[in-house]
């Protein structure tokens, strides 16, 4: 059984989304950020940095427990666990690990952005919170491309669609709004069609 420490973010979601499609047991943990959950002694050692998502396998490798944050080092690591969603194919699963880290860095970054500088900013800029919208969006397109002529983006489903799929629905009416993306809205509708991903997106709520 794993332990999994989360709230209902972009980030913990994919790694919900992870554990459901993999199949793997879990009991839940949820952290109530605004009320600092997350900063409390229980779940600093589990996370020093206090931050989901992060988790505690009990049964990690060679028998012993494993704990584990950050969402791609999450995902990698179930993924590896239960031998799903990583290609084994060379070239496709380093294609599957670089749009893992666009998801999880450069279009998870910006689209933080956008809820830091329209939430909680000391100033509030109309132009600023336009900036990273933009931002997140030429993302976004780039990954329009690559799907134009398949279904996921290392070709076969993997940790990289399970990564960048929760910011697409966070970003739903950004998305919507630019009127651009057929192939990411294609991709976005097939997953939200996937048991697995609906269980996981809902985990936390």
């Not at 943990?29 to 009990?58: C, H, S, T, W, Y």
């Amino acid at each position: 059984m794993i332990y999994f420490y989360t709230a209902d973010s972009s980030n913990g979601q994919r790694v919900a989304i992870m554990l459901e499609e993999c199949g793997l047991p879990y009991k839940l943990v949820k952290l109530d950020l605004m009320g600092g959950e997350q900063r409390k002694p229980e779940f600093l050692k589990v996370n020093p940095a206090g931050a989901i998502p992060a988790i505690v396998d009990p049964d990690g490798p060679g028998g012993k427990p494993l704990s584990l944050a950050q969402s791609a080092a999450i995902v990698l690591y179930l993924a590896e666990k239960t031998q799903h969603f990583l290609p084994q194919d060379p070239a496709r699963r380093a294609e599957a690990l670089q749009w893992l880290m666009q998801a999880t860095t450069d279009t998870a970054a910006s689209s933080l952005g956008i809820f830091l500088l329209s939430t909680f900013a000391p100033e509030k800029s109309d132009a600023n919170v336009a900036f990273f919208e933009e931002r997140v969006l030429r993302y976004f397109r780039v990954a329009d491309r690559r799907l134009a002529d398949r279904p996921y983006l290392a070709q076969e489903l993997s940790v990289a669609d399970f990564a960048l799929y929760p910011l697409a629905v966070v970003r739903r009416p950004l998305i919507e709004r630019a009127g651009d993306l057929p192939h990411l809205t294609r991709w976005a509708a097939d997953l939200a069609a996937r048991p697995g991903v609906e269980r996981g997106m809902n985990a936390a709520k």
